[in-house]
């Protein structure tokens, strides 16, 4: 059973970066898809960003794309998502998470989570 762990959230100002990272436990890292989502108060959680085994493939909210990157380093167990351009909007508690198989933008489909990072971009 992997185990992931989410960094790099906090408060930015409009218009600035933020990198997340989540770092996995599991030696077979390259064995998962994995996914970016974010639940801001009083939402539901949504989907983010999403990748494959080797990073070839990558999947982005209409929201988020052309703004945030998702990659993957197998060599550190590591999953990257690089925020840019950030809005207010953004804010959320954002989490990493992984599937066996393909990557899905559904959260249901994921079946590790980690804990979660706050992102708080001020206007």
């Known amino acids: 059973q992997v185990q992931l762990v989410e960094s790099g959230g906090g ?9 997340l990272s ?17 639940q801001a108060p009083g939402k539901e959680r949504e989907f983010v960003a999403a990748i494959n085994w080797n990073g070839g493939t990558t999947y982005y909210a209409d929201s988020v794309k052309g703004r945030f990157t998702i ?13 840019d351009t950030l809005d207010p909007e953004d804010s959320a508690v954002y ?3 992984a599937r ?10 994921y079946h590790y989570w980690g804990q979660g990072t706050p992102v708080t971009v001020s206007s």
């Open 100 to 109: 066996h198989s393909w990557p899905r933008t559904q959260w249901n489909a």
């Open 11 to 19: 408060l930015v100002q409009a218009g600035g970066s933020l990198r």
């Open 22 to 38: 989540c770092a996995a436990s599991e030696r077979a890292f390259i064995n998962y898809a994995l996914g970016w989502f974010r």
């Open 95 to 97: 989490y990493c998470a």
């Open 71 to 83: 990659s993957r380093d197998n060599a550190k167990n590591t999953m990257y998502l690089q925020m």
